[in-house]
T-cell receptor
């Protein structure tokens, strides 16, 4: 079975600080894409960043970056200079079978 | 429209009743997905359409759940004989084509179903 694990149900970060959300997965696929989605209280899922598994270079999108380690099947999200608007549920979705992780609730303290 | 829309935004029904939830995907998106999200959980895959056909319905929990997409655009998720355990937010997403070919999913705002 293919699984997605987000081991941190909740995380907290001080405004302007950096936080890393972890995600591990299991798959027998060799070529796939990985996504991090953000879901604020409005419940609208928004794509944060994507990573292509065949690329060794980690994806970066403004204050968001990933640490992708294919051999370890790890796909963590780093948020730099955290802002109050970053507070949300974050879901890891290594998309080989449309499964999502259980999510990490991020709180940003002013 | 500009994004994925879902109607109604909230639905309250009684146990045993039939409900239909509607999803309007982004124009031109051939792939459409339904998910169910319970409180504090991640989205749980239900069914995926490529065009008019259900390419993968392995996530449907039982035969009370059924979905259609007759013209390859709008989709309706149908739940018969609703149970209290069906209460959740039902999310719809669409993408240009099957997600394994890279394209990200665009999500609707969801329908919150409450079964009393």
């Amino acid at each position: 079975a293919q699984t997605v694990t987000q081991s941190q149900p909740e995380m907290s970060v001080q405004e302007a600080e950096t936080v890393t959300l972890s995600c591990t997965y299991d798959t027998s696929e060799s070529d796939y894409y990985l996504f991090w989605y953000k879901q604020p209280p409005s419940r609208q899922m928004i794509l944060v960043i994507r990573q292509e598994a065949y690329k060794q270079q980690n994806a970066t999108e403004n204050r968001f970056s990933v640490n992708f380690q294919k051999a370890a099947k790890s796909f963590s999200l780093k948020i730099s200079d955290s802002q109050l608007g970053d507070a949300a549920m974050y879901f890891c979705a290594p998309v080989f079978d449309m499964r999502f992780g259980a999510g990490t609730r991020l709180t940003v303290k002013p | 429209g500009a994004g994925v829309s879902q109607t109604p935004s909230n639905k309250v029904t009684e146990k045993g009743k039939y409900v239909e939830l509607r999803c309007d995907p982004i124009s031109g998106h051939t792939a459409l997905y339904w998910y169910r999200q319970s409180l504090g959980q991640g989205p749980e895959f239900l069914i995926y359409f490529q065009g008019t056909g259900a390419a993968d319905d392995s996530g449907l929990p039982n035969d009370r759940f059924f979905a259609v997409r007759p013209e390859g655009s709008v989709s309706t998720l149908k739940i018969q004989r609703t149970e209290r355990g069906d209460s959740a937010v039902y999310l719809c997403a669409s993408s240009l084509r099957r997600i394994a070919n890279v394209n990200e999913q665009f999500f609707g705002p969801g329908t919150r179903l409450t079964v009393l």
